[in-house]
């Protein structure tokens, strides 16, 4: 494993439904300090998010922007980082590539890094999310913080977590054995 794909809602920050005011932002306890233990043992990260709240006319994409400038800004002060933002802005309906569990989120983050998309772990609070993670031939690893307690007895994730930090616990210790 060398990079780290997140899902936003229910894993990075709480699950708001279809978020759409960036003051709407709150960063789950202990998201900063497990981004910063990603970087410490060398994993790039970056967030793979769907928003069909854009495809369905909730919101625009510069609302979404506006929410992924407030969360670098949030997690920054604690001196974490994520390298990019990956979104898929369609409704299931479309049926596009990018969708989750469909890879083209990853595919495009994994030529921007120049990294194998099979190194990836993809961490997420969805069934999509572990579907994902599999589809690219990667990990994945589901946190049961927002619907993750819904999908937790139904998929067949490389680890349950109970939160991001959990998860991150448990990557340091694959990289070790």
């Given at each position: 494993?060398?990079?780290v ?20 932002v709150?960063?789950l ?13 060398g ?5 793979a ?13 510069g ?25 898929c ?5 479309e ?11 990853l ?17 997420g609070?969805?069934?999509a ?13 589901l946190v ?9 007895g ?24």
């Amino acid at each position: 494993m060398r990079w780290v794909a997140l899902d936003r809602d229910g894993t990075l920050i709480a699950e708001r439904g279809y978020l759409s005011d960036a003051e709407g932002v709150e960063v789950l306890d202990g998201a900063a300090e497990a981004l910063l233990r990603l970087r410490e043992l060398g994993l790039r990260v970056v967030v793979a998010t769907n928003q069909s709240g854009v495809g369905r006319g909730y919101f625009d994409v510069g609302a979404v922007e506006a929410i992924h400038a407030r969360i670098v800004e949030k997690l920054g002060a604690a001196g974490a980082v994520i390298e990019g933002f990956y979104v898929c802005p369609h409704a299931p309906e479309e049926e596009c590539e990018c969708r989750k569990p469909k890879t083209g989120l990853l595919e495009q983050a994994a030529r921007e890094l120049g990294l194998p998309m099979e190194e990836c772990v993809v961490v997420g609070d969805k069934a999509a999310d572990v579907e994902l993670g599999r589809n690219a031939g990667g990990r994945s690893i589901l946190v049961t913080t927002g619907y993750g307690a819904e999908d937790a007895g139904s998929v067949e994730a490389d680890f349950v977590a109970g939160s991001l930090r959990e998860a991150v616990e448990w990557m340091a210790s694959s990289i070790d054995s």
